[in-house]
């Protein structure tokens, strides 16, 4: 029997249009998938109070106790916030699996239907599930897409670590998934592999071409891909807080 996935959460996020000194306001797309044995939770994150998740699983008649495999796409904060809710839970991360104070080596599969691939780019911990349903192929990427194919272009991902690498990762999901689930939107067909691009509406397109304004958190200066810190996305690279062993990054002490 294929595996089952659940939207307990649609995610938002307005990273792509607020302004500097506005307040960001994100949560993640959050997950249920079940396959075989595995009730798992896929990215937990921040949420305005935990009782939203609780009730979510409730009405699949669930509960936290239940929920034996947490998956967390990429190591930003609010994909991860709420991943102390689940105390029965292995979680699935881009180390491996961790099981309480254990840890073993990355898996290729959770179950013959449950995929773990690496998708770097937004950051380089990211991995995402390829999960064969009876609807297809679904693919919960986390931040490879925000939200229905968005953004269009990789470089204008503010928080990429390196954009280059989120654009193969964007491939390898187009040319495996029939189904996606982003990382702050709802699930959506992907049109590419029937070799049909998305329509856009006019609203949405000029949404994506408008350029999107990053201020460094440090020197309020404001900061193209190329000013960013590979490690550090929110810092300049004036202002880069890496050591001297960094090789990752445009520290600095690199450009002195």
Same mark, same amino acid.
């Given at each position: 029997? %294929? ?13 792509? !249009? ?27 994150? +921040? ?14 008649? /669930? ?10 796409? @990429? ?8 991943? &102390?809710? $689940? ?10 699996? *961790? ?21 770097? &780019?937004?950051?380089?911990? &990211?991995? !995402?599930? /390829? ?12 931040? +490879? $897409? *925000? ?11 503010? $928080? ?5 690498? /989120? ?30 691009? %998305? ?5 949405? @397109? ?27 996305? *929110? ?17 600095? @002490? @690199?450009?002195?």
């Amino acid at each position: 029997m %294929p595996a089952e996935i659940k939207i307990l959460l649609q995610g938002y996020t307005n990273a792509d !249009s607020v302004i500097a000194s506005g307040e960001e306001k994100t949560s993640p797309t959050i997950s249920l998938v079940k396959s075989g044995d595995i009730i798992m939770v896929v990215d937990p994150g +921040v949420l305005r109070s935990q009782q939203l998740l609780i009730d979510a699983l409730a009405k699949e008649n /669930l509960t936290v106790a239940d929920v034996n495999f947490v998956c967390i796409t @990429h190591s930003h904060l609010d994909h991860y916030r709420n991943i &102390g809710m $689940f105390p029965n839970a292995k979680t699935l991360d881009y180390w491996g699996v *961790w099981d309480k104070n254990t840890v073993s080596d990355f898996p290729d599969s959770i179950t013959p239907d449950i995929q773990v691939i690496h998708t770097p &780019g937004h950051d380089y911990t &990211g991995i !995402s599930l /390829l999960v064969n349903t009876e609807n297809g192929v679904v693919a919960i990427c986390g931040d +490879v $897409f *925000w939200k229905t194919n968005y953004p269009a272009d990789p470089h204008d991902d503010a $928080f990429a670590s390196n954009p280059e690498k /989120l654009q193969d990762s964007r491939d390898e999901i187009l040319r495996r998934a029939d189904w996606i689930v982003p990382g702050h939107g709802e699930m959506y067909k992907n049109k590419s592999k029937e070799g049909v691009l %998305p329509e856009e509406d006019s609203e949405k @397109h000029s949404a994506e071409q408008k350029k999107i304004v990053v201020v460094c958190e440090k020197c309020d200066r404001e900061m193209e891909q190329k000013d960013k810190c590979n490690c550090r996305p *929110w810092l300049c690279y004036r202002c880069c807080e890496c050591g001297l062993d960094c090789d990752n990054c445009s520290c600095s @002490h @690199h450009v002195l």
